[in-house]
């Protein structure tokens, strides 16, 4: 692992990235941390059994995708606010009739705020289509797959060495700058404790494979069964 002022960085094959991504969880769990932020580092992390083209790439999409607005957290579709938009300046009307002005502005006021609500859901719904598109199928082809939040910036390059074989850089930032030498302090904590790490996640024989299609090494199992 490679330690600068821009976060802890590692090359190597797909087990590498992802004991990296699981050392640097469990040292961030160590510290204290969680919550919101903390669940979608996990998240997005790589796994073992995941393809970087692939499942990476659908949760790097996600992540960077615009946020739902107020209409969509109430969980209410654009025809329905305009629905109720609709309601609430017949309302107005009424209101007015009346002679209640203080109550017609009111449902005025609410009659507009649908609207804008409304156009706010849909213009995001469009957006994240949008997005969608762009990202899965042009921004990963000349960008790294990445992740930011408030607490974690990482991304993931893949290369091919001259021998043909791939490769990957993955490079994870801490963003307070405090927690970052907290992290730092664990993870040389973790080299001196174990001579090899153990991710959480059973590993599969199958993950070299299931990335880029390249022939797992044997398993201790199956070379005793070899040679025995």
């Known amino acids: 692992m490679e330690e600068s002022v821009s976060g802890f960085k590692v090359r190597g094959a797909w087990g590498d990235v992802v004991e990296h991504g699981e050392r640097i969880t469990r040292a961030l769990r160590d510290a204290g941390v969680d919550g919101d932020a903390f669940e979608e580092w996990d998240e997005w992390r790589p796994k073992s059994h995941e393809r970087l083209g692939e499942d990476v790439s659908e949760k790097t999409a996600a992540q960077a995708s615009v946020s739902e607005g107020e209409g969509e957290k109430a969980g209410k579709a654009p025809d329905e606010d305009l629905q109720t938009a609709g309601e609430r300046l017949s309302e107005s009307y009424e209101k007015v009739e009346e002679g ?59 290369s091919a060495r001259g021998d043909g ?64």
């Open 100 to 158: 209640d002005n203080d109550e017609a502005v009111e449902r005025w006021s609410e009659s507009i705020g649908y609207v804008a609500r409304a156009a706010d859901s849909a213009g995001r719904r469009m957006l994240r289509r949008v997005e969608n598109t762009v990202y899965q199928r042009v921004m990963t082809q000349l960008a790294p797959y990445y992740f930011d939040n408030e607490l974690v910036s990482a991304n993931i390059q893949k």
């Open 165 to 228: 074989d791939v490769s990957f850089i993955f490079e994870v930032n801490i963003n307070d700058d405090e927690l970052k030498e907290e992290v730092s302090d664990r993870l040389g904590e973790f080299d001196d404790e174990v001579t090899r790490w153990h991710v959480d996640t059973e590993k599969e024989t199958e993950t070299a494979e299931v990335v880029e299609g390249v022939e797992p090494p044997p398993s201790d199992d199956r070379s005793r069964s070899t040679t025995n």
